[in-house]
């Protein structure tokens, strides 16, 4: 198991808009989220002012529905990283620079550096263990653009699962400009 030295309490931008509080539940399977060591991811998308949709997901689940997009969606999907940020290299200018203030980390798009206050719609993402938010290349967010981008690079079979993974977990369809990464 990783240890981390950068984290803090989850902060208000990844609790749960529906509560109020921070996420207690993995949204697939139901764990509890705040037993020590849990790892787990959040994800909400923003458009305006309201909040289109929000999950936090347990590492094993994560694992298991990213093993179930297909492997060429993976590879475009890890190469659009690769070529557009160097992650590692951002989470240490990032802790030299900011240190733990999630506002800073969250003020720009991580791809396209577009503010925040300027992005009608994007998605944010954060991992976590138990009641903590890590600072390990997240929390980030990624404005409408990237998202284009990237389901763009999407195979129909992955667009399929990510469409039956929204359903399970919100009981609707995936909208078209709204990815899991």
């Not at 720009?108 to 290349?137: A, H, S, T, W």
């Amino acid at each position: 198991m990783e240890t981390y030295e950068n984290f803090i309490p989850i902060p208000n931008d990844f609790w749960s808009f529906e509560t109020g509080k921070p996420f207690e539940k993995c949204s697939s399977c139901n764990r509890n989220l705040f037993k020590p060591g849990t790892n787990y991811f959040i994800e909400k998308a923003i458009h305006g002012a309201e909040t289109v949709f929000e999950y936090a997901m347990c590492l094993d689940c994560y694992e298991n529905l990213y093993n179930e997009l297909s492997i060429r969606s993976r590879k475009l999907i890890e190469n659009y990283f690769d070529e557009h940020i160097d992650i590692e290299k951002r989470n240490r200018n990032f802790i030299q620079t900011y240190g733990m203030r999630c506002d800073q980390w969250l003020s720009k798009c991580m791809i396209k550096n577009r503010p925040r206050e300027d992005c009608k719609e994007y998605q944010l993402y954060g991992f976590c263990i138990d009641k903590d938010l890590v600072f390990n290349g997240m929390p980030y967010i990624l404005c409408s653009d990237v998202i284009e981008d990237l389901l763009e690079l999407l195979s129909h079979e992955t667009l399929g699962t990510l469409n039956e993974f929204s359903g399970c977990i919100f009981d609707i369809d995936l909208p078209q400009n709204v990815l899991m990464v």
